[in-house]
């Protein structure tokens, strides 16, 4: 069952649907689910949506929300990062009050996941704060941020230079590249007028964005709940974490007294963006979210690879 | 903003009216696109109608059955329910909006629903049409070929657009980029051929890109064949349904705005 409800942050007014749990809960756990960019609370291939769903069946409370000014909320914003990790706390008030909730998680979706993190470390009171957190695809790579503006592109000039000359295996990429030649013919005009603009306008909400992506890592290292980490392995985020932002756990992961358990979801991809993806993550969310509530974080079905207590956060062979 | 379902309790849809502000000078329901277009321009459509709604315009936007916050999943979602489903919005703002004009506001495969909607309107306005249906669902199934070969390695790819068109055949549901697509969807696009004998209004607006003016053309003759007074126009703009991008077609908004002020209701402060 779900019901439209709408919520305050200082003066903005924002809409959200929340899923009621089936049948009677011991205790009473909320999910707040945080979208991806400027995006709909139901989600690429309504993705949010079937998680909630799936969630509400086991026995979960479930918000989803817009945030000021965009999609379903009212009026009209320019929503910077900022914004977002405000609008995310008063969510995590209201639901908890509303709901009388004995605790809440945060479960985020990319540039979703980096707001949810921050609200929670640097929450203010301990109402704002989620007990444990769900990140999938987790934005924590400065270099690859970007805005609707620039259509969600990378714009960092190093940063696209290193993926396209460096990342991957450029044997493959040159035996490709004749059947690619009509993507980039098409692509790369647009792709260098958006980093030409880049270079020559401020956008504040650009250089606000990568400073507190550029946080996230060490955000991590703080957060003391538990934690699990869901990357699909085809996912270029994925592969910049494990590179870029925590190469043989130079955040101490491992070290905390929670280590965040990590799945990684097989041929998958950034928005986990086909049937059998999105089942693997729901399911992965759903057995982890069920082990938080039942006090034991249990261990994950054989068809992930994983690296339980995030030991080296390395992927694994099968 | 007023967010609510309505329907049917069979076929539960989800709405979000704008009042205008200020005395109504017509109505609007915006027919979203399906899949990924519908999320790649739900912020910025949402936006507009927010807008429009500050222009004096009393805007309903919702989710088709199978899509968004409505009833349903993707396998659930049916042109013909699309179209019904734009009709059944047509209904509810005409009955709560208190304009005595309503206008039908469609994008790509929203718009191509608009057009075959069993409802009576004052106006139709179409942005980028999908003027042939099974070629756009052809598209699809590009769509799914084309992202697993960008996902998987090439030798990884083992499913061509005729396996999925195989497995439709044979009654069963095939998964395009997380979406169900069903059999019965399939057979809708595939097997379209003509538009209804009666369009939901006479005066219809339709609008492109430079390379859709041919088929637009087409569309517009066929239409004014059925007793429609149509009028067309392309604009440059970037394809703007295809990207996760703040691209706006300002041309296209401008261009509707000042048609339905002389369709429809004028300009604010007259009558």
Not at chain 1, 58 to 78: P, Y
Request: with cysteine; proline share 5%; charged share 25%.
């Amino acid at each position: 069952m779900k019901e439209i409800v709408s919520f305050s942050c200082r003066s903005w007014k924002l809409h959200g649907v929340v899923h009621l749990p089936e049948g009677r809960t011991e205790k009473r756990i909320g999910v707040v689910l945080v979208h991806e960019n400027i995006n709909t609370k139901f989600g690429t291939h309504g993705v949010f949506r079937k998680l909630a769903d799936a969630l509400a069946e086991a026995g979960f409370f479930v918000l989803r929300f817009d945030d000021r000014g965009t999609c379903d909320s009212e009026g009209v914003c320019d929503l910077t990062f900022l914004d977002r990790v405000a609008d995310c706390r008063s969510a995590v008030t209201f639901f908890r009050n509303r709901y009388g909730l004995d605790s809440v998680v945060g479960w985020g979706l990319c540039l979703g996941s980096s707001v949810a993190v921050h609200s929670s470390v640097e929450a203010g009171a301990a109402r704002e704060c989620f007990e444990a957190l769900v990140l999938c695809s987790v934005l924590a790579d400065s270099s690859i941020v970007s805005l609707p503006q620039y259509g969600y592109q990378n714009v960092n000039l190093t940063s696209v230079l290193r993926g396209s000359l460096l990342g991957g295996n450029l044997l493959r990429k040159l035996r490709e590249a004749p059947r690619k030649l009509d993507h980039y013919r098409k692509n790369l005009p647009k792709l260098a007028r958006l980093i030409f603009r880049r270079y020559t306008e401020r956008e504040p909400a650009l250089e606000q964005l990568r400073t507190q992506i550029a946080r996230v890592g060490q955000l991590l290292a703080e957060y003391q709940g538990p934690m699990l980490l869901i990357f699909g392995e085809n996912d270029p985020y994925w592969k910049s974490f494990e590179t870029r932002i925590n190469p043989n756990d130079k955040l101490g992961l491992r070290l905390k007294d929670h280590p965040p358990s990590l799945v990684l979801v097989k041929n998958g991809d950034h928005t986990f963006s086909s049937l059998e993806q999105t089942q693997e993550m729901i399911n992965a969310s759903l057995a982890w979210i069920a082990g938080f509530r039942n006090g034991r974080i249990p261990e994950l079905g054989k068809s992930y690879r994983r690296i339980e207590d995030a030991v080296s956060l390395a992927p694994v062979a099968d | 903003m007023e967010h609510f379902f309505f329907g049917d309790d069979s076929r539960k849809l989800f709405g979000v009216f704008s009042p205008p502000s200020g005395k109504v000078r017509a109505g609007l329901v915006l027919c979203p696109p399906f899949g990924e277009e519908m999320i790649a321009t739900y912020a910025r459509f949402a936006r507009w109608s927010k807008g429009l709604a500050d222009q004096g315009f009393a805007v309903l936007r919702y989710h088709p059955y199978g899509t968004g916050e409505s009833d349903g999943t993707s396998a659930d979602f049916t042109f013909s329910g699309a179209a019904q489903d734009a009709a059944n919005a047509v209904e509810w703002l005409r009955k709560h909006s208190g304009a005595e004009q309503i206008g039908i506001f469609g994008l790509r495969v929203g718009a191509a629903a608009a057009v075959c909607a069993p409802a009576t309107a004052d106006c139709l306005i179409l942005w980028s049409p999908v003027l042939n249906l099974p070629l756009y669902f052809r598209d699809l199934l590009r769509l799914r070929v084309a992202k697993d070969m960008v996902q998987l390695k090439t030798n990884q790819v083992k499913v061509t657009a005729k396996d999925l068109t195989s497995r439709l055949e044979s009654g069963h549901p095939i998964d395009v980029l997380g979406y169900e697509i069903s059999p019965k969807l399939y057979r809708e696009l595939t097997a379209f051929s003509a538009w209804p004998d009666s369009l939901p209004a006479s005066r219809v607006l339709c609008l492109g890109l430079p390379s859709e003016q041919r088929a637009i053309e087409g569309a517009a003759k066929s239409w004014s064949e059925r007793g429609c007074s149509v009028r067309t126009q392309t604009y440059r703009a970037p394809v703007f349904w295809e990207d996760f991008s703040s691209d706006f077609p300002h041309d296209f908004a401008q261009s509707s705005i000042t048609w339905m002020d002389e369709q429809l209701a004028g300009p604010p402060g007259a009558g």
